[in-house]
Structure formats: structure tokens, C-alpha cells
């Protein structure tokens, strides 16, 4: 008995040593963004004077043919999710509304600020302002959707997932 539990020390041990391995710096580039996915990145986020300074991460891609957007967002530090819905964007006003696939509003309306459309250039900067709350702010630039976070989103399950929403 006592040679069965050296043993099995010896082996707790070992394990113990292996899962201490070095962090090695990654020397690889940032992931390569797929073709034709671009959208909007979130690049800061206010509620009040305050930058909701916790780890978020959110990307938006607006489809014109079809009124549809798709989100990705990580901004619990669980992965990213993958929402859907559709959108109207006034291009007179400037305002931009919209209703998740489980058929919830967002949050608030938001006056546009920056782009005429929501396909929008290589480095383009849009303001989101809450049409009823004017502290609310998101700040969003247009660029590629890196394919890492495309291929990793997990499907958000309305019903099933409760959370956070950004918009």
C-alpha cells in the first residue's frame, strides 16, 4: 500500500512539473481578417463621462441588401457570441434602430454620428449616441472582421442566454 501511494505521489508530482511549462512569447502576426467580412470594431465605449472600462470586445457587420446585422461580441470575457437581427437606418435623420432575431429591441435608438450609411471605409470612425440618453456613447471604426473571431463565435441562443447586450 505504501508503494502505491509513493507512486501515485511520484505521478501527481510529475503531472504538477509538466503543467508549469514556460510562457513563450507568440512571434505569430495577428490573425488574418477573412475576405469581405468587414464591419465596424468597437474602440470605446462611454456611460457618462466614464469609459466602461472593463474587457470588451465587438464587432458589427451590416448587410444593406438585407437590412440584417450580425454582431459578434465579447464583452463578458466569456468568448465571443454571435447575435443576429435586423436594422433601420434613416438616412435623413440619422438615426439608427433595431431588433435582435428573438424579435427584442435594442436598447435605445442611437443618433449617427461620422458615417452616411453603415457600410462604411478603411479606417472610418461612427459615434453612436443613445437618442434618449446622451451619456450613452459607443465609438466603433470600420475595418476587417479578423476570421478568429468569425470562426469562434458560439450562436446566441436568445431564450437560453442571458447577458450583457451592447446596443
Not at 477573412?34 to 470586445?57: Q, T
Not at 457600410?119 to 461612427?126: F, R
Amino acid at each position: 500500500m505504501k508503494k502505491l501511494f509513493g507512486i501515485f505521489a511520484i505521478a501527481l508530482f510529475g503531472a504538477a512539473l509538466v503543467g508549469c511549462g514556460s510562457k513563450e512569447t507568440s512571434t505569430e502576426e495577428e490573425p488574418k481578417p477573412i475576405a469581405g467580412a468587414a464591419g465596424w470594431h468597437l474602440v470605446k465605449w462611454e456611460i457618462g463621462s466614464e469609459d466602461a472600462n472593463f474587457p470588451k470586445d465587438v464587432y458589427m457587420i451590416f448587410e444593406e441588401d438585407t437590412d440584417g446585422f450580425t454582431m459578434y461580441q465579447d464583452i463578458d470575457s466569456h468568448g465571443f457570441r454571435k447575435i443576429t437581427g435586423t436594422y433601420a437606418f434613416d438616412q435623413e435623420t440619422k438615426v439608427l434602430s433595431g431588433t435582435y432575431s428573438d424579435g427584442e429591441a435594442w436598447a435605445y435608438s442611437y443618433s449617427v454620428a461620422g458615417a452616411n450609411s453603415m457600410i462604411g471605409t478603411e479606417g472610418q470612425e461612427m459615434t453612436l449616441t443613445a437618442t434618449t440618453d446622451a451619456d450613452y456613447k459607443l465609438v466603433f471604426r470600420y475595418g476587417d472582421v479578423p476570421k478568429s473571431v468569425i470562426e469562434s463565435a458560439l450562436e446566441d441562443v436568445r431564450s437560453a442566454v442571458a447577458g450583457v447586450k451592447i446596443l
